[in-house]
C-alpha cells in the first residue's frame, strides 16, 4: 500500500492539478473538501474525502491522521479584512501543522510573502510560514509567483481583453515578474512531497531568467490569441480610483475583489521576479511551459471549456 498524503485546496485553481499529479506518482490521497456536492474537477481520482474546512479541528485532524505528507493549498486571495486573511492563511496553516507534527508539511505559498508590508494578503501569506516554520517536524513553504493556466478564473479577464485587441499593464518603468504554469507548479510541489529538501522557504518559477515585462505577456497573450493588441498604461491613480470604488462596494456588502488598494501596491511593486533557485535545483525540477507555451495552452483550454 502506498504512502498517504493529505490535501487540502483540492477545489481551487491548483487543487486539482496537484492532486493529479500526486496520483499519477502513486500516492494515496485524503482530501479535504467543503461539500459534498460532485466535484467534476476531481472525476477518476480515487480518493478519500473528508468534509470541513481549514479551520475545523475535527475535521483537520481526520485529514492528517496517519498521513505521511500534508499539503496545505488552501488560502485565501481575496478578503474583506486583515482579519479574513488572517484566520486563514495563518491560523489556518498553524492548526493544520500542529495536528500533523511528524508528517512531511508542504506548505503552498505565495512571492507576495516576500513583500508583507505591501498588503494584508502578503502579510497572512508570510505568517503561515512564520507558524509552520516554527514546527518540530519536516517542512518547507514554497512560494510560487503569478500561476496561470486551465481553470484559472482570475486571469481569464486578461485574455478577454487580449482578444480584444487590448492589453493593460500598469504604468511603471521596469517591472519585472515571474510566472508559472498551473501544470508545472503541481509538478513541483508534488516532486516536493516525494523528495523532500531541507527545511526551508523556496521560491519557483518557470525557470526563465530574469523574468518577464508586461510587454512579454501581452506579446505572449497576443500570439496565442492571434491577435496585436494594443499596450494600455494604467496610471496607479485611475487603478487607485477603481480600487476604491471596489472597497466601496464590498463596505457596503458587496462581493469581494480582487482589486483593492493593497492589490493596486502589489501590482506597482517593480520586482515580483523570482531570486532564488534551489528548489528546482534540489528536485531536478524543469518546467514543461515557457510563457509562449503556455498561453497557448491557457488559450486553448479556455476555449474548449466555452469560456473565451
Known amino acids: 500500500m502506498g504512502k498517504l498524503v493529505a490535501v487540502t485546496g483540492?477545489?481551487?485553481?491548483?487543487?486539482?492539478?496537484?492532486?493529479?499529479?500526486l496520483a499519477r506518482r502513486g500516492w494515496r490521497l485524503r482530501l479535504l473538501v467543503r461539500r459534498w456536492s460532485p466535484l467534476p474537477s476531481l472525476a477518476g481520482i480515487d480518493a478519500e474525502l473528508v468534509l470541513g474546512d481549514t479551520l475545523s479541528e475535527p475535521a483537520l485532524r481526520e485529514l492528517v491522521r496517519g498521513a505521511d505528507a500534508v499539503v496545505h493549498a488552501a488560502g485565501l486571495i481575496k478578503a474583506r479584512s486583515l482579519a479574513d486573511f488572517m484566520?486563514?492563511?495563518?491560523?489556518?496553516?498553524?492548526?493544520?501543522?500542529?495536528?500533523?507534527?511528524?508528517?512531511?508539511?508542504?506548505?503552498?505559498?505565495?512571492?507576495?510573502?516576500?513583500?508583507?508590508q505591501l498588503s494584508a494578503y502578503g502579510a497572512s501569506k508570510r505568517a503561515g510560514e512564520e507558524a509552520v516554520a516554527a514546527r518540530r517536524g519536516p517542512w518547507l513553504a514554497v512560494r510560487a509567483p503569478a500561476v496561470y493556466g486551465a481553470g484559472d478564473r482570475e486571469t481569464l479577464s486578461y485574455f478577454r481583453s487580449v482578444k480584444m485587441g487590448l492589453a493593460p499593464q500598469p504604468r511603471t518603468p521596469a517591472s519585472r515578474?515571474?510566472?508559472?504554469?498551473?501544470?508545472?507548479?503541481?509538478?513541483?510541489l508534488a516532486l516536493a512531497v516525494e523528495h523532500p529538501p531541507e527545511r526551508s522557504v523556496?521560491?519557483?518559477?518557470?525557470?526563465?531568467m530574469d523574468a518577464y515585462s508586461y510587454a512579454d505577456m501581452a506579446q505572449a497573450a497576443g500570439a496565442a490569441l492571434g491577435r496585436k493588441p494594443v499596450q494600455i498604461r494604467v496610471p496607479r491613480p485611475v487603478m487607485a480610483v477603481l480600487a476604491g470604488l471596489n472597497g466601496l462596494r464590498q463596505s457596503l456588502g458587496g462581493p469581494v475583489q480582487i482589486l483593492t488598494r493593497d492589490k493596486v501596491a502589489e501590482i506597482f511593486h517593480?520586482?515580483?521576479?523570482?531570486?532564488?533557485?534551489?528548489l528546482a535545483g534540489a528536485l531536478g525540477f524543469r518546467a514543461r511551459f515557457d510563457l509562449v507555451a503556455g498561453f497557448r495552452e491557457t488559450v486553448d483550454w479556455y476555449r474548449r471549456a466555452g469560456w473565451l
Open 10 to 21: 483540492v477545489t481551487g485553481f491548483v487543487g486539482p492539478h496537484l492532486v493529479a499529479a
Open 87 to 116: 484566520a486563514v492563511n495563518r491560523d489556518g496553516a498553524a492548526l493544520l501543522s500542529a495536528l500533523a507534527p511528524d508528517a512531511h508539511f508542504v506548505l503552498l505559498s505565495s512571492l507576495a510573502a516576500r513583500e508583507p
Open 177 to 188: 515578474l515571474s510566472l508559472i504554469h498551473v501544470a508545472d507548479l503541481a509538478e513541483a
Open 202 to 208: 523556496y521560491e519557483i518559477d518557470d525557470g526563465t
Open 270 to 278: 517593480q520586482d515580483w521576479s523570482v531570486h532564488d533557485r534551489r
